[in-house]
């Protein structure tokens, strides 16, 4: 079995930071991209940003410029940097990965929990 575990998520006024970070751990054999995807109440679930290894980065481009997506493979964690945040950056977070586990040859498409990011003075 393998989890995504995410961290980070909080209250920041307009213009503030935050950094939100995802570990997966359990029966992994190999992780080949990472990501955060977020939902807006009442709103369908989008991509924010991804790193794969050998493809670089992408990000939506309402994030561009202000955030951050890196990833530390020895520690199978991503990390998303938020800066200049906004309301329209209030939404439940949720880490992405596609791995193939231990024994398999299957890459399967896990997701976190989610972590709530609220913008808000």
């Known amino acids: 079995q393998v989890q995504l575990v995410e961290s980070g998520g909080g209250l920041v006024q307009p213009g503030g930071s935050l950094r939100l970070s995802c570990e997966a751990s359990?029966?992994?054999?190999?992780?080949?991209?990472m990501g955060w995807y977020r939902q807006a109440p009442g709103k369908q679930r989008d991509l924010v940003a991804t790193t794969a290894s050998g493809a670089g980065t992408n990000y939506a481009d309402s994030v561009k410029g202000r955030f951050t997506i890196s990833r530390d493979n020895a520690k199978n964690t991503v990390y998303l940097q938020m800066n200049t945040m906004t309301p329209e950056d209030t939404a439940v977070y949720y880490c992405?990965?596609?791995?193939?586990?231990?024994?398999?040859?299957?890459?399967?498409?896990?997701w976190g929990q989610g972590t709530q990011v609220t913008v808000s003075s």
């Open positions: 992405f990965a596609a791995i193939q586990y231990s024994g398999t040859f299957n890459i399967k498409p896990t």
């Open positions: 359990g029966s992994i054999f190999k992780i080949y991209s």
